[in-house]
């Protein structure tokens, strides 16, 4: 699909995909009913274990289109696959640059949205499924605390699922109501929060915009809140337990 996909746009052609199973793959030129003729039938081979493309009917006929607009085939998740090397090396990359990469690589000028769906799958790609990791996470605190009995760490452990649950909270009153509580509750491990700006870490108030961003600085929140936990030996167990969890990058 990668290859049809880039074959396409790389010479400004569109397509529609007509059929897709799990073993077989139709597609033909979005002007079929223009008379363009170009049609192609993959399927995929239980003896080599691989997809091929079985037949291409004719050259496209109809034009090429523009080449410095959006594609229709370049879609979000080809677009993860192009950016997942500059994802890796920064994931707090911003969409722009993504953007030009694209520009400079393939000619195409994608749209924002784009952009950002494809950083996400890239981010996703990279460093596994953040929110799956969040909702792993009250059972191995659950483990944590089994194994270290004492007030610490119960405390230390509160806070964090607090501060995941605040992250991820999506009314803004909400969330103020929770930063309230945490303040009076935590003072220590709440001076180290409230340095980082709202908008970085929690969705209620990036408007969902900036989810990227969001886990990354989220990750930066941890380690905050770790520093400020640094005396304590417990501290050295969770980020070994975070960082063998792929949890913070
Ligand atoms: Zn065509």
Same mark, same amino acid.
């Given at each position: 699909?990668?290859?049809?996909?880039?074959?396409?746009?790389?010479?400004?052609?569109?397509?529609?995909?007509?059929?897709?199973?799990?073993?077989?793959?139709?597609?033909?030129?979005?002007?079929?009913?223009?008379?363009?003729?170009?049609?192609? &039938?993959?399927?995929?081979?239980?003896?080599? *274990?691989?997809?091929?493309?079985?037949?291409?009917?004719?050259?496209?006929?109809?034009?090429?289109?523009?080449?410095?607009?959006?594609?229709?085939?370049?879609? *979000?998740?080809?677009?993860? *696959?192009?950016?997942?090397?500059?994802?890796?090396?920064?994931?707090?990359?911003?969409?722009?640059?993504?953007?030009?990469?694209?520009?400079?690589?393939?000619?195409?000028?994608?749209?924002?949205?784009?952009?950002?769906?494809?950083?996400?799958?890239?981010?996703?790609?990279?460093?596994?499924?953040?929110?799956?990791?969040?909702?792993?996470?009250?059972?191995?605190?659950?483990?944590?605390?089994?194994?270290?009995?004492?007030?610490?760490?119960?405390?230390?452990?509160?806070?964090?699922?607090?501060?995941?649950?605040?992250?991820?909270?999506?009314?803004?009153?909400?969330?103020?109501?929770?930063?309230?509580?945490?303040?009076?509750?935590?003072?220590?491990?709440?001076?180290?929060?409230? &340095?980082?700006?709202?908008?970085?870490?929690?969705?209620?108030?990036?408007?969902?915009?900036?989810?990227?961003?969001?886990?990354?600085?989220?990750?930066?929140?941890?380690?905050?809140?770790?520093?400020?936990?640094?005396?304590?030996?417990?501290?050295?167990?969770?980020?070994?337990?975070?960082?063998?969890?792929?949890?913070?990058?």
């Amino acid at each position: 699909m990668n290859a049809i996909k880039q074959y396409h746009i790389d010479n400004g052609y569109k397509f529609v995909v007509v059929e897709s199973k799990s073993d077989r793959y139709v597609a033909r030129s979005i002007h079929h009913d223009g008379g363009c003729q170009w049609r192609l &039938r993959a399927s995929f081979s239980k003896i080599q *274990s691989q997809w091929e493309i079985k037949k291409i009917d004719v050259q496209h006929s109809c034009l090429s289109t523009n080449l410095s607009a959006d594609h229709v085939n370049l879609d *979000s998740t080809h677009i993860a *696959s192009m950016v997942l090397t500059s994802v890796k090396a920064n994931p707090s990359v911003r969409i722009k640059s993504l953007i030009a990469e694209i520009k400079n690589l393939y000619g195409y000028t994608i749209i924002y949205r784009k952009g950002w769906l494809g950083k996400q799958k890239a981010l996703a790609l990279a460093f596994g499924n953040w929110e799956q990791s969040y909702n792993d996470l009250p059972r191995w605190l659950e483990a944590v605390k089994e194994s270290n009995p004492g007030t610490i760490v119960q405390l230390l452990l509160l806070v964090w699922l607090m501060v995941f649950k605040t992250a991820y909270e999506m009314k803004q009153p909400i969330v103020q109501a929770k930063l309230s509580i945490m303040r009076s509750e935590f003072k220590q491990a709440f001076s180290w929060i409230d &340095r980082i700006p709202l908008e970085k870490w929690t969705q209620a108030y990036d408007g969902g915009k900036r989810y990227g961003h969001m886990t990354t600085n989220l990750a930066k929140c941890i380690n905050f809140v770790l520093k400020g936990a640094r005396s304590l030996p417990i501290s050295a167990l969770v980020k070994a337990t975070f960082e063998e969890k792929n949890m913070v990058s």
